[in-house]
């Protein structure tokens, strides 16, 4: 039986990394193995990708969309480390970010059609069985962000968070036929890792 292969999303702040531990140590001591993984990943396109992130190397937004593209079909088939070798060996694979992501950032500055055509209809990326937005307003995430890190990425300045997080609330009404649930993040630690209990409960056992 393959495992169940479960995406986090949210503004860069929004609390994903600490959820994505927790939903991890839970479904452990279910008894489940737990594949977690992210993007951009670690292939030379991501390398490329996160030189870019951090400013160090300007790109287009097209370019940027074309990359994490070719990055997210590396994520999917790799034999070593790609999400469809985990999910046959039975593992729940869980992805700090997927291509939902391209649709918000992306789809800022890019053409939103485009980005959304080239990965919904690519043969070798993966739907996923359940995309947990993390939701917390951009004001609180700035403050997140500058309490937490060393060094600040080109997404993440308070009005650019703002317009992301509208953007994912325009992307998700424009996706059918897929399994998302948005969370409120501004809650306790606590509060948002029962309800993603909750929302990963949900998810059938038989996959395919
Ligand atoms: P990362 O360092 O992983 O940050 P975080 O922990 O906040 O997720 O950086 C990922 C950055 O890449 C984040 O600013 C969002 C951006 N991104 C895109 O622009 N498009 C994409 O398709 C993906 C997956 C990420």
Redesign the pocket.
């Known amino acids: 039986m393959r495992g169940r292969f479960i995406v986090f999303e949210g503004i860069?702040?929004a609390g994903?990394?600490t959820q994505i531990s927790l939903l991890k140590e839970k479904l452990e001591k279910e008894g489940r193995k737990v594949f977690l993984t992210?993007?951009?990943t670690m292939s030379v396109t991501g390398g490329i990708?996160?030189d870019a992130?951090s400013g160090n190397y300007e790109r287009s937004a097209s370019e940027?969309a074309a990359m994490?593209l070719a990055d997210r079909i590396f994520h999917n088939v790799n034999p070593k480390c790609g999400i469809n070798q985990a999910l046959e060996k039975g593992f729940d694979v869980i992805s700090?970010?997927?291509?939902y992501?391209?649709f918000a950032?992306?789809g800022m500055d890019s053409d939103i059609e485009w980005v959304m055509d080239m990965n919904l209809n690519c043969p070798d990326i993966r739907k996923p069985d359940l995309c947990i937005f993390l939701d917390l307003d951009a004001q609180s995430s700035k403050s997140r962000i500058d309490n937490n890190r060393a060094t600040v990425?080109i997404?993440?300045q308070t009005e650019i968070l703002n317009k992301i997080r509208n953007k994912f609330f325009d992307v998700f009404d424009r996706l059918e036929n897929e399994n998302i649930k948005i969370i409120d993040a501004s809650k306790s630690v606590a509060e948002v890792s029962a309800k993603i209990s909750d929302v990963v409960n949900e998810l059938k056992e038989d996959l395919n």
């Open positions: 860069d702040g994903k990394s992210a993007e951009p990708l996160r992130l940027f994490f700090d970010r997927y291509y992501s391209s950032y992306q990425e997404f993440e």
